[in-house]
Structure formats: C-alpha cells, structure tokens
C-alpha cells in the first residue's frame, strides 16, 4: 500500500473541521505517539531479561506490576506531562489520580487515563499487547488542582479515545467522535501511516471471544449466549468461531476489523466483572459506537451512560458487532 498519509498530517488536517480547536487535543497525539514509539521499542526486545517479569510490587488491584507496566506507565506519563496542556493523569499502574503542577500544566485543559500495558499476561509469552488511552476536559477551574470529579466523568463525555497495538505491527488506533481511524507505525521511517481509514464493524460477525475456562462462574444469560455461538445454524453462520487471546485491544481489534463480540462478564469470579470502566471499557465504547458497534454492561446498560464512582472500578463489559451485541442482551434480559 503507497503511503499517504502521516498521523500528524491527518490530526492537522481533521483539525480543520473543528473552527475553534486551539492545538492543544492534537498536542496530547503528538505525546501519544512519542511514547508509543518508545514502549514499542521496549516492546520488541521483550524476552531480553531486564524488561521481563515481575518488578516485585503489586498495583491498587493486586496484581503483580510487571517491568513493562512500569516502563510503559512513566514513558506515557513523561510525554503527557511535557507539553502543558494536561493537567492530570490517572492510569491502572497509580494508586490515585496524579496532579501535573508546573506552571503551564495546570492551566492545561484536559486530564487523560490510561491503561499503560493491556494484556499484561501476555508480555513475556511473546502475544500482542496494546495501551488504551482516554481524554476529558477537566471540570475542576484552570490553574486550581485536578479532583477526582475530573477523572469520574461518565463515557459519552470523552473528546477522545483510543489504543496502541503492539502486535505482528505496531498500530495506534483513535476517534476524537469523527470516526475512527488507525495508523500503522512503520519502524524504518520513524512514522504511523494512515493504513485504516474510517474503520467500521460489520453488523454481523462469526468470532466470540469470551476466556471459556470461567464458563462455569457465568450466569446463565451469559451461557445460553455461548451455547448459541456454538450451534449448528448454517442460516446464521454458526456455530460461530472462538477466538480470544487475552489482551483486551486485541481481541477488540481483531473483531472490529473481521465483526465480532467480546465478553467479560460478571461472574462469581469476578462479581462486578475484571475490566475498568475509566482506562478499559469506556474507551473502547466509545471507539466501538464511533464504529458502528455496540458497548454494555447489562441488560439496558449503555457503558457510556454509567457514572463512575471509583477510579478502578469494575464493569461487565460486552462490546461489538451491533447485531450480535444486541442478541446477546436479548439473552441476559430472558435469562436474568
Ligand atoms: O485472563 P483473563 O481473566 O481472561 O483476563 C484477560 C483480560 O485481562 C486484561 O489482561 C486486563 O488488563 P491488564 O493486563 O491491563 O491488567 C485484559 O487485557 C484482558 O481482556
Ligand atoms: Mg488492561
Ligand atoms: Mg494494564
């Protein structure tokens, strides 16, 4: 495929349609991709031993961090700090939210959250990994400290949103609510290209991705959904086919760009669900709505709708295809 098009030149040139946009969104890309490309090279040489395992901590939710979710956090952090237009910071890898007080920061208009690593099992055993990304305005007055209140700000009011995926190429995928496009990174010029413009999910798809080794902690909604993936329907392309890996902007990506559904459910496991609505399941609803797809956490639960009330809380999460997603809350609903 001819390059096109960079990332910096589409975000200047999707900058156009917004009259009174002042810079400061696109400078917060320009952070993004600086420390994307750093953790991708990091990334790359994962399997060399002082970038693998354990640094011996374990972060707010209990898990062990891993080298990488460190390396990836402060990298994130580095940039989005550096170019005074974000005032704050909240990630899966800090206890709490993190206040940017240098003097052009806090007059910054935006706070960002952040996944560092997604799919951290999967770093040492050579499997895609991705960062998820999210930007709000900052409620709290320019120039005072950020509160909470500017990080609990329910999905539908995100300016932007997206992922990085480090995978057979590395990708940064985003939507600012004028769709959602991805750039490929290409190491030998040092730049994202435009590769996916205008993604959309078919309204259709034929991929699940739900970790069936906890089938058993499942409601039965939830269940009777997989059993349904599973039979035999020629008329409606079933049984469907299983595909999950672990990291959850890969199995995102995958079924946007093929059509399919992603499953966490709630279970007795997981009793309000494994994945973080902040970092997690709001940015990823909000890519999947600008796409055509579906996001909920129940039964008539618009994950955008919901108003968080913790910074790592946890949600059901159930995003993708339309039709699919749509089928599978007629089964929680009847079965609930
Ligand atoms: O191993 P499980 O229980 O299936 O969970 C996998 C899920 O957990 C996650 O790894 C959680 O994310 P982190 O790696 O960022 O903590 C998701 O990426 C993934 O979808
Ligand atoms: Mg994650
Ligand atoms: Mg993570």
Redesign the pocket.
């Given at each position: 495929m001819e390059i096109t098009k960079t990332l910096g030149e589409f975000i200047i040139e999707k900058q156009a349609d917004y009259p009174d946009a002042t810079g400061e969104l696109s400078s917060i890309f320009s952070s993004i991709r600086l420390a994307a490309k750093i953790v991708h090279r990091e990334i790359n040489k994962a399997g060399l031993a002082d970038i693998t395992g354990a640094v011996g901590n374990e972060n707010i939710q209990g898990?062990q961090q891993q080298k990488l979710d460190v390396i990836a956090n402060d990298k994130f952090k580095a940039a989005l700090a550096a170019r005074g237009v974000v005032c704050g910071l909240a990630s899966?890898e800090e206890d709490c939210y993190v206040h940017f007080d240098d003097d052009r920061s806090k007059f910054g208009k935006y706070v960002v959250l952040i996944?560092p690593?997604?799919?951290?099992?999967n770093i040492d055993v050579n499997v895609s990994v991705g960062t998820i990304f999210s930007v709000y305005r900052r409620l709290s007055p320019m120039g005072e400290p950020v509160t909470e209140a500017d990080f609990l700000q329910p999905g539908d009011q995100q300016v932007a949103a997206g992922y990085v995926i480090y995978g057979s190429s590395t990708m940064l995928v985003y939507s600012t609510g004028n769709g959602v496009h991805g750039f490929t990174y290409d190491p030998s010029l040092g730049i994202f290209c435009l590769s996916h413009e205008n993604m959309c999910y078919p309204e259709n798809g034929t991929i699940y991705s739900v970790?069936e080794g906890n089938y058993v902690h499942f409601h039965d909604g939830v269940k009777q959904y997989i059993k349904y993936c599973q039979m035999e329907d020629a008329k409606t392309n079933r049984p469907y086919t299983s595909r999950y890996i672990?990291?959850?902007?890969s199995?995102f990506h995958r079924n946007l760009i093929k059509g399919g559904i992603f499953l966490?459910p709630a279970s007795s496991l997981h009793p309000t669900g494994?994945?973080r609505l902040l970092y997690?399941c709001n940015p990823m609803a909000f890519l999947a709505e600008q796409a055509g797809g579906v996001a909920i956490s129940g039964v008539e639960s618009r994950t955008l709708e919901l108003e968080p009330s913790e910074l790592h809380q946890r949600v059901p999460f159930f995003v993708g295809s339309k039709n699919m997603v749509n089928k599978l809350e007629r089964f929680l609903r009847e079965f609930t």
């Open positions: 898990e899966e996944d690593l997604d799919g951290s099992s970790n672990g990291s959850l902007v199995d966490y494994k994945l997690e």
